[in-house]
């Protein structure tokens, strides 16, 4: 989770919202469980942008395709649909989750909740146009070699998934601080 851009990102949004959110607020618990829905969240979703990229020789290992073809023993296609699902499962949690402590935040702390939202959205989009994903090089890691075409696009909620926590001990806490619809 700390290994992922996330955290320096979070960190910009109270200077650019030019609002302090309490920490009181800040470092409860629902609203660090979001905090950390939203740095997995983008590094589940740049894991998937890049898997293209690494696919084609720029290979690091370091993807969660391959972690899950690993622990699982299962194919790409299938170890990619696990981690889509594991995503769209945190994502439904995070929408849940945000509305909720929302309704009791302050404005300090709804601008900030607003900001993971629009952090997620900026992240896809800007996976999708930046060449770290989108350029290959040469052996000597410098020369541009190739572009590569991004397709992608973005849906207004996660697919059908089920409602229930992961079942990581590190992350299952996050379902906790959200009630039940």
Known sequence: LHDCGGPP???????????????????SPPVRALTELFWMIAAL?????????????????????DAVKAVRGVGEQEAEEIAI??????????????????????????????SLLHGIRSNIDWSLRTPRYAVLYDSDGLTPAARLRMHGSVVDSPGPVRDEPLPFPSIAWWWSQAERS
């Open 45 to 65: 979703d740049n894991d998937r942008v890049s898997r293209h990229k690494e696919q084609l020789g720029e290979q690091d290992g370091h993807n969660v395709t």
């Open 85 to 114: 699902s594991f995503r769209d499962r945190m994502m439904l949690l995070f929408l849940r989750l945000r509305q909720q402590v929302r309704l009791r935040a302050s404005e300090p702390l709804r601008r900030y909740l607003d």
């Open 9 to 27: 990102t979070e960190s910009m949004f109270e200077f650019a919202n030019a609002a302090e959110v309490p920490g009181s607020e800040l470092h």
